[in-house]
């Protein structure tokens, strides 16, 4: 059993910041890929940034040198630092995680319930 709980989302102006954050807990072995996605009204949810457990980061090429994604092992969590956002960043954060709970099972795929972000003057 795993669970994925965002935070930190909220309403900021444009040329604000926000930091996201996501932990997981649960029963954990390890944790492959954790990720963070948005989806806008109307719009197909998309990957914003993800980072694997060997280091590799990816980020759509809409939110790059504004956003950056780490992680935090020892905790289990994975943070979005959102600068410089714009209305074109409203939408429901979520986060993901490819997670195994034993060493003998594979991975599964997680989703937390999502925190809204809205920027807004």
């Known amino acids: 059993q795993v669970q994925l709980v965002e935070s930190g989302g909220g309403l900021v102006q444009p040329g604000g910041s926000l930091r996201l954050s996501c932990a997981a807990s649960?029963?954990?072995?390890?944790?492959?890929?954790m990720a963070w996605y948005r989806q806008a009204p109307g719009r197909l949810r998309e990957l914003v940034a993800a980072a694997t457990s060997g280091g590799i980061i990816h980020y759509t090429d809409s939110v790059k040198g504004r956003f950056t994604i780490s992680r935090d092992n020892a905790k289990n969590t994975v943070y979005l630092q959102m600068n410089s956002l714009g209305p074109e960043d409203t939408a429901v954060y979520y986060c993901n995680a490819d997670i195994r709970s034993t060493s003998y099972q594979k991975q599964d795929n997680y989703w937390g319930r999502g925190t809204q972000v809205t920027v807004s003057s």
């Open positions: 649960g029963t954990i072995f390890s944790i492959s890929t």
